[in-house]
């Protein structure tokens, strides 16, 4: 079938039955939020615990052929299943990063033998060196253009001769500081491995259409898009669930594929796509 057959669709079934309908090679970025094993009120989240591992080693197996050679993929796991996740995505591809995603969980009424779960861990992994990786910057601290605001030009360039005596030995002399960039006092600094984002709870926006037990919110999957695609790019996701992924792709003018095995999330899924408009960012 050709590529345009399966952009911009959700498809309600099976992972392991339409993956193989779909080409190989034409995905730029996937994110994928699979079961935990946990329980949760959805299938395949109750399982047994050798049944759940060989069916992770069949969904990694059937999703890598999917990625384009300059492709990236995006992973939750809870730590039961974590390493071994890790462990079969290393299989074919290249591990970049571990990202950690900071919730800041609520004080519990229920009183467990154990520390209070505040994050979920997140595997970045690329097909090859050559992936796209757009940097998003945080916003600079008040201390930091407190320190620096004497110290820039009228644009907010730190004067080679006001850098810190650290930043003066990393660029030596002032000709190679102008060559390589400029540090500008407002531009914030790369974004890191720690992503703070508030889950979706009760009062939060996309609460709304929360029918599902583990919805993502749209601003922490909206790094992921905007990190590792650009516009016009195919962005899947086969546990699409409430439809997260496929919402921000299509906000932010990348093409989606999505594939959802329940009829109820499905359903939401639609609805929540047919409400999003073309381009919206959160940031």
């Not at 962005?235 to 109820?264: M, N, Q």
Request: glycine share 6%; proline share 6%; aromatic share 14%.
């Amino acid at each position: 079938m050709q590529v345009s057959t399966f952009q911009n669709r959700l498809f309600l079934g099976d992972c392991l039955t339409i993956l193989p309908q779909i080409p190989n090679g034409i995905f730029d970025l996937i994110i994928l939020d699979f079961p935990y094993n946990m329980g949760k009120d959805f299938q395949n989240d109750n399982l047994p615990e050798a049944r759940f591992a060989t069916l992770l080693q069949q969904w990694v197996s059937a999703i890598v052929p999917k990625l384009k050679s300059t492709g990236s993929i995006y992973c939750f796991m809870g730590y039961e299943y974590f390493d071994l996740l890790k462990a079969e995505l290393s299989k074919y591809l290249t591990f970049r990063r571990e990202l950690i995603w900071h919730y800041q969980a609520r004080g519990s009424k229920v009183t467990v033998k154990n520390y209070l779960p505040e994050l979920d861990k997140i595997l970045f992994f690329t097909k090859s060196s050559n992936y796209t990786f757009n940097v998003l910057r945080t916003k600079p601290s008040r201390h930091t253009i407190e320190r620096y605001a004497k110290s820039t030009d009228v644009e907010g360039f730190v004067r080679y001769e006001k850098l810190p005596p650290s930043l003066k030995k990393k660029w030596k002399s002032k000709e190679q500081y102008t060559k390589s960039g400029r540090w500008n006092i407002y531009s914030g600094k790369p974004l890191g491995n720690l992503l703070i984002v508030p889950r979706v709870k009760v009062g939060h926006p996309e609460a709304k259409f929360d029918k599902h037990p583990t919805q993502k919110p749209e601003k922490l999957i909206e790094i992921f898009v905007k990190v590792s695609s650009n516009e016009g790019d195919l962005v899947g996701d086969f546990f699409a669930g409430s439809g997260t992924t496929p919402v921000v792709a299509k906000r932010l003018r990348r093409k989606y594929c999505g594939i959802e095995i329940e009829k109820k999330f499905y359903n939401i899924a639609m609805e929540r796509l047919k409400a999003t408009p073309t381009y919206e960012s959160l940031f």
